[in-house]
């Protein structure tokens, strides 16, 4: 997945990995992001992604569309009040300058530099 435009994430491509389950769609599949040290607050050092849509709130409504939709959201819009990191959930609300200095840095060294 590529960063969205006006993020820090922008210019680079993060990778991810989707698993389904037998009982799909009335279980959530499981998304793993596979790039490696990602430097972002709603995803954890193991790479689970933390969004309600791919969790306790899944219902057979949705689909791997609104999955894929959700975690290109948390690049846009990060959430700090459902941080699987708090330090970095902090840096983003304490501060901003800081925060994207790091997710910029982070890209460099671990993500996919795509073409822009």
Known sequence: MAGPKNSPYYGYM?????TFPKNYPLESPKVKCNTE???HM???TNGDVCVSSIGN???????ISSVLLSIFII????NPDSPH???????YQNNYLE???N?????????????Q
């Open 57 to 63: 709130q899944w219902n057979d409504a949705q689909n």
């Open 37 to 39: 040290n990602i430097y």
């Open 42 to 44: 709603n995803i954890n």
């Open 75 to 78: 690049f846009s819009k990060p």
């Open 85 to 91: 990191r708090k330090n970095i959930a902090d840096l």
């Open 99 to 101: 925060y994207e200095k």
């Open 14 to 18: 993060f990778k991810f990995e989707i």
């Open 103 to 115: 997710v910029k840095e982070n890209c460099e060294k671990y993500a996919i530099k795509i073409m």
